[in-house]
């Protein structure tokens, strides 16, 4: 039954692989049919989505192509979190029985997803496929930090993709010395773990063989995380976006010309015109036992509406900004993304790392991390900031010797508590690199 469970596995990671490379009118057409059978599905089994579509006055017979998809009713996240598993999962499945995977709740309330065999093989395969168009390959010994260790599978104890894992509650030194032991081909961690294993091989004057692959997931990596990492672990790593109740979706091309989305596993959407940050819609078409369609993620991105020149048809996302509360917030409604900010600090060699800090509007506060040699760095930025900031804006910048990282929580670039009554829209200062 192992080897059973294998081979399928490797079949479908091969045809995810194919998909990258179909023609539009072949990936078009297998998304109809998988968003309309997972409509029917969830309308007459899911007594969450029969509810929400009744309320709406919607009925999946109303979809006929990818043209209809914004007639159907978005999912909000507090609706999800209200539901309970009785009403989230398919009628007949006992959530007791499932496999569970919990968000970190960093935002509120963790949401519970509730994950059947086959839901759990298809996320497997998500993940696998990602790495597998990075260069992965079955021999690779793979090192994972996390805050809790994943399945080992019978393959990998035969040798298969052998994989070994370091809690992300261990001391940095601990996952240092982890990488001198196993030699791994391939890292995967969030950007703040990583930022701290390359400070820390650097720190203790480490040489170790570059990995042939770098995976960075679940936080925004900043491009001085990029170049830190580049420089300690001799490899640039790869930004892969996703969520916990949605599996790993988009991730960077090689060519670094943006961000791939696995269409053959998720439809994505970007509620804004071209070129204009908007709100990250998406359906994960291989979730049965608790279906995610139209699942407004919380996250903002543009989309590129040219193809890609590396070959691969799938839809291409220009830039992800991440979660749209992690945004300085302006007096007349619009808001700072991470990018405006990076514009100007990005020209720094000094700057090891920055947060923004705003706890009223107006008010933003600039914590960096430079060397003390740094002498007048700080009135300088001050001056360049000032100069591009909207006039209302005052800012303080502040040299501390540590961005805190707090094990199992996400790395904020930016973190506000402020929201302004008349914002309407996802306007932004500052969009483009």
Same mark, same amino acid.
């Given at each position: 039954m192992m080897l059973l469970d294998g081979w399928k596995t490797f079949r479908l990671i091969r045809q995810a692989l194919a998909s990258s490379r179909w023609s539009l009118v072949d990936l078009r057409q297998v998304q109809e049919?998988?968003?309309?059978? #997972?409509?029917?599905?969830?309308?007459?089994?899911?007594?969450?989505?029969?509810? #929400?579509?009744?309320?709406?006055?919607?009925?999946? =017979?109303?979809f006929r192509s990818l043209d209809d998809i914004g007639e159907i009713p978005i999912l909000q996240k507090n609706r999800l979190k209200q539901a309970s598993p009785e009403e989230a999962v398919a009628q007949g499945i006992d959530p007791r029985q499932c496999g569970v995977v919990e968000t970190s709740g960093s935002t509120g309330t963790p949401l519970r997803i509730f994950l059947g065999a086959t839901d759990q093989q298809w996320q497997r395969v998500v993940a696998w496929r990602i790495l597998f168009e990075h260069g992965f390959r079955w021999t690779d010994r793979t090192l994972e930090i996390r805050m809790t260790f994943g399945r080992q599978f019978f393959v990998q104890r035969l040798g298969i993709a052998p994989k070994d894992w370091c809690s992300i509650l261990d001391p940095p030194e601990f996952?240092?010395?982890?990488?001198?032991?196993?030699?791994?081909?391939?890292?995967?961690?969030?950007?703040?773990?990583?930022?701290?294993?390359?400070?820390?091989?650097?720190?203790?004057?480490?040489?170790?063989?570059?990995?042939?692959?770098?995976?960075?997931?679940?936080?925004?990596?900043?491009?001085?995380?990029?170049?830190?990492?580049?420089?300690?672990?001799?490899?640039?790593?790869? *930004?892969?976006?996703?969520?916990? %109740?949605?599996?790993?979706?988009?991730? =960077?091309?090689?060519?670094?010309?943006?961000?791939?989305?696995?269409?053959?596993?998720?439809?994505? %959407?970007?509620?804004? *015109?071209?070129?204009?940050?908007?709100?990250?819609?998406?359906?994960?078409?291989?979730?049965?036992?608790?279906?995610?369609?139209?699942?407004?993620?919380?996250?903002?991105?543009?989309? %590129?509406?040219?193809?890609?020149?590396?070959?691969?048809? #799938?839809?291409?996302?220009?830039?992800?900004?991440?979660?749209?509360?992690?945004?300085?917030?302006?007096?007349?409604?619009?808001?700072?993304?991470?990018?405006?900010?990076?514009?100007?600090?990005?020209?720094? *060699?000094?700057?090891?790392?920055?947060?923004?800090?705003? *706890? %009223?509007i107006n008010e933003v506060h600039l914590q960096i991390v430079v060397p003390n040699s740094a002498h007048g760095l700080l009135s300088k930025i001050e001056s360049d900031f000032q100069a591009v900031l909207p006039g209302e804006v005052h800012l303080r910048v502040e040299r501390v010797e540590a961005i805190p990282f707090s094990p199992g929580e996400k790395t904020r670039m930016i973190i506000s508590k402020v929201g302004t009554a008349n914002e309407q829209h996802p306007d932004s200062v500052g969009q483009e690199h």
């Open positions: 049919e998988r968003i309309r059978m #997972l409509l029917n599905h969830a309308y007459h089994n899911v007594p969450l989505y029969r509810r #929400l579509y009744k309320e709406a006055g919607y009925h999946p =017979e109303e996952w240092a010395q982890r990488m001198v032991k196993t030699r791994p081909d391939v890292i995967v961690a969030g950007a703040g773990t990583l930022h701290a294993l390359a400070e820390t091989v650097q720190t203790l004057g480490l040489k170790l063989p570059a990995p042939r692959l770098i995976v960075s997931d679940s936080e925004t990596l900043s491009p001085a995380t990029r170049q830190l990492v580049r420089g300690a672990l001799g490899r640039d790593p790869v *930004d892969v976006y996703g969520l916990v %109740e949605l599996s790993n979706f988009a991730w =960077e091309c090689e060519r670094r010309s943006g961000f791939h989305v696995s269409a053959d596993s998720h439809i994505v %959407e970007v509620a804004a *015109d071209s070129g204009e940050p908007g709100p990250i819609i998406t359906t994960a078409l291989g979730m049965w036992t608790m279906p995610m369609i139209r699942y407004e993620t919380g996250d903002l991105a543009e989309v %590129e509406t040219t193809l890609c020149p590396c070959g691969r048809t #799938l839809p291409l996302l220009r830039r992800i900004y991440g979660r749209r509360v992690d945004s300085v917030a302006l007096q007349d409604g619009r808001r700072i993304f991470w990018p405006f900010f990076h514009e100007v600090l990005g020209r720094y *060699d000094e700057l090891r790392q920055w947060r923004i800090l705003q *706890d %009223e």
